[in-house]
T-cell receptor
Framework: GAGVSQTPSNKVTEKGKYVELRCDPI?????LYWYRQSLGQGPEFLIY????????DSGLPNDRFFAVRPEGSVSTLKIQRTERGDSAVYLC???????????FGSGTRLTVV | AQTVTQSQPEMSVQEAETVTLSCTYD???????LFWYKQPPSRQMILVIR??????QNATENRFSVNFQKAAKSFSLKISDSQLGDTAMYFC??????????????FGTGTRLTIIP
């Protein structure tokens, strides 16, 4: 597609539930990144993929968070047993040459009630 | 680890005036990239300008320019002839020189800029 697409745009879930957030990167971009942006803060790195493999998952806060990119294109961020502290905007970005900057999606606002 | 500091949580300026947003960073790396991103209410982060640390010349993109002071680890953004559409959050970001093609961005906490008509 023309840009990075993230779905859903907004998600409200109850504490303890499981959620999946989807990212569809720009066609041909081999690198894909997930960031989390809490209210009033800058984005914080979670994980990045080079192709199908997670090249760096050092930003995932705990084992409730997991991400996949099985075919090297679409990625899904999965959060188990959601907590109120997981409420944030989850941003996805893709790039061909990251030193020229990423292209970001519009994010998914997750609210855990 | 790298850190990025933006000490101005909020700024406002009259339309058509010039405004400068501050950013400092801390790193032990000698080669890296610096970026300014704009985030309007739509939430999408938009790249405004980038600077390569090994280039002494300050980057410019139309009304946007930077003042890059490598020794002082300072990277400020100047917006000239400000327009209402410039109203947004602005984030400064740092990237180490990529190994094997990719590296993550480290962001500051942002400056909320309001352009007053």
């Amino acid at each position: 597609g023309a840009g990075v697409s993230q779905t859903p745009s907004n998600k409200v879930t109850e504490k303890g539930k499981y959620v999946e957030l989807r990212c569809d990167p720009i066609s041909g971009h081999t690198a894909l990144y997930w960031y989390r942006q809490s209210l009033g803060q800058g984005p914080e790195f979670l994980i990045y993929f080079q192709g199908t493999g997670a090249a760096d998952d050092s930003g995932l806060p705990n084992d409730r968070f997991f991400a996949v990119r099985p075919e090297g294109s679409v990625s899904t961020l999965k959060i188990q047993r959601t907590e109120r502290g997981d409420s944030a905007v989850y941003l996805c970005a893709s790039s061909l040459a990251p030193n020229y900057g990423y292209t970001f999606g519009s994010g998914t606002r997750l609210t855990v009630v | 680890a790298q850190t990025v500091t933006q000490s101005q949580p909020e700024m406002s300026v009259q339309e058509a005036e010039t405004v400068t947003l501050s950013c400092t960073y801390d790193t032990s790396e000698s080669n890296y990239y610096l970026f300014w991103y704009k985030q309007p209410p739509s939430r999408q982060m938009i790249l405004v300008i980038r600077q390569e640390a090994y280039k002494q010349q300050n980057a410019t993109e139309n009304r946007f320019s930077v003042n890059f002071q490598k020794a002082a680890k300072s990277f400020s953004l100047k917006i000239s002839d400000s327009q209402l559409g410039d109203t947004a959050m602005y984030f400064c970001a740092f990237m180490k020189l990529p190994n094997f093609g990719n590296e993550k961005l480290t962001f500051g906490t942002g400056t909320r800029l309001t352009i007053i008509p």
